[in-house]
């Protein structure tokens, strides 16, 4: 909402300046974002009085004076003006001041005569035609004053960010209605100037349809509008604007179209209702109907556009057609032209939901339909008719032909609302006395009984319940009047998430493993089994994501693009699959993905070509990161990591034997010098989006916090350790895991530990197979191992090993 | 063998002896000295010692002092130099030490992170716990019960991104605050870190989705000085020792709501471009619970009341790093994520 400073005065005698009254505003209504310093143009313009004034000698028309600009010395001024008076006061442009007219005022010589700055007619000052010389000003200010300071000619838009609950504050009466409150000063609706004399007949009241003059007017059924208003006006002459009507628009941010228009438009700023100028010779009937838009119809609006209506969209038609999309804009077919001289000027009151739908429907916005949208007074629609009336009589003539028609309204009691002493104490934890309450309720137009039973004003259909009420107080008490001071509260109820305290666990982690956390977008081109927004920003990103290392391998590009190709990303974050229920199956997930260089290159680095493989992060690495991930982010379970039968997939991660995640290789768009790329996803569990509890209803669990998983102690040996190895040639089809099985299961519970620590291929090994060694390591808790224990075990294994699976000792 | 001869001996292999201790440059070359001169089977000491049984008695006492003069002089000479090059050895060759350490990769949360982490921490002392709830949500979670009236303007800040087969992207982690309120009976002091989603474009200032951190505190009697006082506290922890002032708002969930203003840190509050004059810096949405959430949580609202709070880390992030542009917080730039996360490397990389 745009507010002009100046305007504001015309309705209370406020002495703030405009920063003063951005703090004021700010501080107790509504966010001032901006203020806008208006005619800037006129900033070096000074007030100056002509001392004394003499003829030129060598010009008949030219005078030279001495002015006295506030400057200490009296300057040598030329003027051209036949009413240049000694005494007197003007503006005064000093040398230096370029003009609104784009000249430079500079020292010269006119004629002989010195001349050090100008005196300023209105328009030189672009305020106005008036050519009878300089501007004479009656003000009572020392010389030097600036011009803008002395004359309310400058303005400041004031530029108000007024919330979707506060329409009321959607005009210059509203608005000033809080700045009276707030500064303690009273408010009135200033004299419109340049409006005429009207004798006005009282409204001629109807549910359904009356005629104003010779217009049937009628609403087709009811719920359409809550109030329309309308009356005739005959004999206008269209034509441009007063230059003060211009300026106040401007002030606004509004364009002059015409007298008429312009009219319509001052009384939407000033009182916050829309109305609406017909051009009454274009009306067929003539008839004025409120009805619903039928199937097919179609209206040019005055933007030029056709726009195609629906039944849900309220139009304003004459006999035949739609002439307006009722609240939201006007049709150009019964738009007021030069030609016009007959109006129908509407007023009325719309529904807001409707007004939003069909705002929303068409795509469209105009000040009207905001401020229908968020409800305008029902009871300002007689003043704001009566106004628009006045000022079009008075700007372009012509008289109101017969009464005017008030249909559908009928005044309703006031709502009132009771309001508690102790609760305003309770809630805003200061008490605030019942007599300061009303006080404060009253500065705004509450009109509060005994008992703080509050009667709730026309223009505030906002406050519907007593917290509303108690906004109220708190904020024109002023928010800073609350003290600050931290109150004992009683611990919480509710334990951390889960999944949260897991996030975090495996995030440090990760970070400490030298990973980089990245926060992508979660949109992907998807396909038929990925969940689609209905309303996408983007075609090609249409689906969310079912795979969070899928917005990792698109990260991983973007930087392989531009040449960073080591890379340890991972990101903990939804994934989402499609579902039958209400919502998407959604899914909190950890993924990582590693490429390149496993640590920065060093100079001891070994430079031999097999160890050219070992630099890059491989697969062995992702099969250990997998297995990190899971047991850091399910302590206590156990985890395995499988070998899978799908090409894609390297390993599948089991967490307590259930499918939890995966290990893979990562198929990337990348250029040839990246190295190949591996992913891990791990599922950190669902995300229960189903309904808590049903509404309007609470389940009130007590919370259940998870034990944390603690590894018991468990007393180290004492006793020594025997080893051996097993150089083993293993057939490929048969894996390295169902050999370490066999050797478990042979050796029972002496096995301590089972470690691979080489694989071999190439000469001396047969082919089809490969060699792998083992070392075994045994221990008995309570005494030394006796080397027939051992060798018994070594054979045992070798022949099981052997039996079923083929494999034999590497000899030689 | 007279006494000069002995003595002239005794002196020759001190000499040799000084010289082949003190020439070694490793442990390995001073046990071959050691073995030399000392040793016990054919040390140069050892044949000095024999060659005493051959001379005469009365010249015994003087050279069996100057023999022990000398074996004590290497002894020691010895032990001592064992000691210096014992110490050489476990500090290695003595090369280049200039040269550059090998290094790790170091790991790097985002920017978003370290900003929801701190805040996570002022809110933990001041007893909050953090709550979460799905992303994909329902109209009623998201909306209803949160007081928007339907079709209202209030929505036309929430422009929404809605699924297909039904829901809706949640536009603020507000809904978990029902969720909450629904789940657990009161007293709730939660924090509420996510993911949020509107149908903004990418822009220097907006993102389709982001993170939102808001806060929630119901129980009897809460007002809104608790609120003033905690988010003020929190002001001053996270910002600093710098003022705050609070304005009214407007929140359909809340009432009264307020917004918090923190005074700008870059011009103190005078008025610069970084807070458009006006001298502070819009931080966070706050306000006291609307009786209708609570309603519509199944709490009674004689009973109970609350405060609420929410904000952006992703814009806290931007003015706090100096980032330019929002996008460079999603563009997953491993270079940029470095550079925020800390100085890592030396010298080339540096």
Redesign the interface.
């Known amino acids: 909402m745009n507010v002009s400073y100046q305007w504001l005065k015309a309705f209370v005698p406020f002495d703030e300046t405009p920063v003063q009254l ?1 703090e004021l505003l ?6 001032v ?3 806008v310093a208006l005619r800037q143009d006129l900033a070096p313009i000074v007030i100056a009085r002509v001392v004394e004034e003499a003829p030129h000698p060598d010009s008949d028309h030219l005078h030279v004076t001495k002015v006295d600009a506030g400057t200490g010395t009296l300057l040598d001024v030329v003027c051209g003006a036949p009413n240049v008076t000694a005494g007197k006061v003007y503006p005064f442009a000093p040398t230096g001041t370029l003009m609104p007219n784009g000249l430079k005022i500079q020292k010269r010589k006119i004629r002989g005569a010195i001349s050090d700055g100008m005196l300023c007619s209105a328009r030189e000052l672009g305020l106005g035609d008036e050519q009878d010389g300089i501007l004479e000003l009656d003000v009572d200010v020392p010389p030097g004053t600036p011009f803008l300071r002395a004359l309310p000619v400058g303005d400041t838009q004031i530029v108000l960010d007024v ?4 329409p009321d504050l959607l005009s210059h009466l509203g608005v000033a209605r809080e700045v009276a409150a707030i500064a303690r000063k009273s408010l009135s609706l200033p004299e419109l100037a340049g409006a005429g004399e009207i004798a006005l007949p009282g409204a001629t009241r109807d549910p359904r349809a009356a005629r104003a003059s010779d217009v049937n007017v009628s609403v087709a059924e009811e719920g359409l509008v809550r109030r329309f208003m309308g009356v005739v006006i005959r004999g206008v002459r269209v034509g441009p604007s007063p230059d003060w009507l211009v300026k106040r628009l401007e002030a606004v941010g509004s364009r002059s179209i015409n007298n008429i228009v312009d009219a319509s438009n001052y009384v939407l700023h000033e009182l916050g209702q829309p109305t609406h100028a017909f051009d009454l010779g274009k009306l067929a009937g003539p008839s004025i109907v409120v009805r619903r838009a039928q199937p097919g119809e179609k209206l040019v609006t005055l933007d030029g556009s056709e726009r195609a209506l629906n039944e849900e969209m309220i139009v304003i038609a004459d006999a035949e057609k739609p002439q307006a999309v009722a609240g939201v804009m006007g049709g150009r077919d019964s738009e007021v032209t030069d030609a016009t001289a007959d109006i129908f000027l509407e007023v009325a009151n719309f529904d ?2 409707r007004i ?2 069909a705002r929303r429907a068409l795509g469209m916005s105009s000040d009207a339909s905001y401020r229908f ?2 409800g305008v007074d029902v009871e300002i629609a007689p003043v704001a008719l009566e106004r628009v009336a006045r000022l079009v009589v008075g700007l372009a003539g012509g008289h109101v032909d017969g009464a005017p028609v008030d249909l559908v309204y009928e005044p309703l009691a006031p709502r009132r609302i009771p309001l508690r002493e102790k609760r305003v104490a ?5 008490s605030v006395p019942a007599d300061e309450i009303a006080t404060l309720l009253g500065s705004v137009g509450f009109k509060v009984g005994h008992d703080l039973s509050v009667e709730i004003p026309s223009w505030r259909s906002d406050v519907a ?1 007593e ?2 009420l ?2 109220e107080v ?2 024109l008490r002023g ?2 009047s ?6 004992p ?9 889960p ?3 897991t996030g975090r666990r495996v ?1 440090d982690m ?14 992907v081109a998807g396909g038929s089994d990925y ?7 983007a075609e090609n990103e249409a689906y ?1 994501r079912r795979s969070v290392l899928e917005s990792l391998a698109r ?1 991983a590009e ?2 392989l693009s ?1 040449m ?1 190709g ?4 991972f990101e903990i ?2 994934a ?1 699959e ?2 039958k229920a ?3 199956a ?1 899914e909190l997930r950890v993924a990582a993905l590693i490429m390149g260089r496993r ?2 290159a ?3 680095d070994p430079k031999t070509p097999e160890f050219a493989a070992w630099i890059n992060y491989g697969e062995w690495d992702a099969k250990a990161l997998g297995r990190l991930i899971a047991a850091t982010a399910y302590p206590g379970a156990a985890i395995d990591v499988t070998v899978t039968d799908t090409p894609e997939v390297l390993w599948d991660i089991r967490v307590d034997g259930k499918p939890t995640g995966t290990v893979r290789r990562v198929a990337l768009d990348a250029p040839v010098w990246a190295a190949s790329a591996f992913g891990v996803e791990l599922s950190l569990g669902v ?3 189903g ?3 049903p ?9 259940e916090s998870a034990r944390p998983v603690v590894t018991r102690y468990r007393e180290l040996p004492t006793t020594p350790a025997s080893e051996f190895d097993l150089a083993l040639l293993v057939p490929e089809a048969v894996r390295a895991e169902t050999v370490e099985a066999v050797m478990r299961r042979v050796s029972g519970r002496l096995l301590e530990r089972v470690e691979l620590f080489d694989r071999y291929v190439g000469s001396g090994v047969e082919a089809g197979h490969r060699s792998l060694a083992w070392r075994l390591t045994f221990r008995h808790a309570e005494r030394t191992l006796r080397d027939r224990e051992i060798e018994t075990r070594r054979s045992d294994i070798l022949r099981a090993l052997a039996d079923e699976l083929n494999v034999r000792q590497r000899t030689g | 063998m007279n006494l000069d001869q002995y003595l002239s001996e005794a002196a020759a292999i001190e000499r040799e002896g000084t010289a082949a201790l003190s020439a070694a440059t490793d442990v390995d070359a001073l046990e071959a000295a050691r073995v030399a001169f000392l040793g016990d089977r054919q040390g140069r000491l050892k044949s000095l010692q024999e060659s005493l049984k051959v001379v005469s008695k009365e010249d015994k006492p003087a050279a069996g002092k100057r023999f022990n003069e000398a074996r004590a002089h290497l002894q020691s000479l010895h032990d001592e130099r064992k000691t210096v090059l014992g110490r050489a050895r476990q500090v290695g060759a003595k090369e280049d030490l200039s ?2 350490e ?9 920017p ?2 370290l900003v929801i982490e701190e805040i996570e921490g002022i809110f933990r002392e001041l ?12 109209e ?1 979670y998201n909306f ?2 949160l007081n928007f009236p ?5 929505l ?2 929430h422009d929404t ?7 809706l ?1 949640r536009t603020h982690t507000s809904p978990v605050q ?13 924090l509420i870190p996510g ?1 949020v989603y509107r ?4 822009d220097a200032s907006h ?3 982001f ?1 939102q951190i808001e806060g929630l ?1 119901v ?1 009897e ?6 609120l ?3 988010l ?2 929190f002001a001053e922890r996270f910002f600093g020792a710098s003022r705050t ?6 929140f ?1 969930f809340t ?5 918090m203003d923190v005074q700008c840190g870059i011009c103190g509050g005078s008025g610069c471009p970084a807070c ?3 001298g502070w810096i819009e931080i966070l949405g706050s306000g ?1 619970v ?2 209708a959430v609570l ?5 009674d609202p004689e009973r109970y ?1 609350g405060w609420a709070f929410g904000m952006g880390p992703a814009r806290i992030a931007i003015s706090r790093y100096g980032i330019p542009d929002i996008r460079i ?7 940029f ?2 550079q925020i ?1 800390g100085p890592v ?1 030396s010298g080339a ?1 540096g």
């Not at chain 1, 919330?163 to 506060?166: E, K, L, P």
């Not at chain 2, 339907?150 to 209030?154: D, K, L």
């Not at chain 2, 029902?178 to 939660?190: C, K």
């Open positions: 951005r700010t501080a107790h209504v509504a966010t974002d901006e203020l919330g979707a609950n506060r807001p939901r939003r739908n949208e968020r309770t809630l805003l934890g200061a319940g917290v509303d108690i906004e708190a904020r928010y800073d609350f003290p600050v001071e931290l109150r509260f009683r611990p919480t109820a509710v334990g951390d998430d999944q949260w305290l995030r990760l970070v400490g493993q030298g990973m980089i956390e990245l926060r992508p977008m979660p949109f969940v689609r927004v209905l309303n996408p920003l969310l990260r973007h930087n531009r960073e080591n890379l340890r990303l974050g939804s989402f499609p579902s209400e919502l998407p959604e640590a920065p060093h100079f001891s995300l229960a989006s309904a808590v509890a509404r309007g209803e609470s389940a009130h669990r007590k919370f | 040269l550059p090998r290094r790790a990769w170091k790991g790097a949360k985002h978003v992170t007893g909050f716990t953090v709550a979460q709830g799905p992303e994909a949500e329902t009623w209803g019960a339907p079709n209202h303007p209030a036309d800040a991104l809605y699924l297909e087969g039904g829901g992207l029902v969720r909450t309120l629904q789940r657990y009976a009161p007293p709730i002091r939660v993911t149908r903004d474009f990418f993102a389709p989705a993170a505190c129980d009697g809460i007002s809104f000085v608790d003033k006082s905690t003020n506290l002032r609070f304005r009214p708002s407007f359909p009432e009264p709501s307020a917004e458009k004059g006006t006291m609307h009786p309603e519509a949580a199944g709490l009341s917080l999603y563009d997953s730039d491993v270079r994520l470095e996360a490397l990389e």
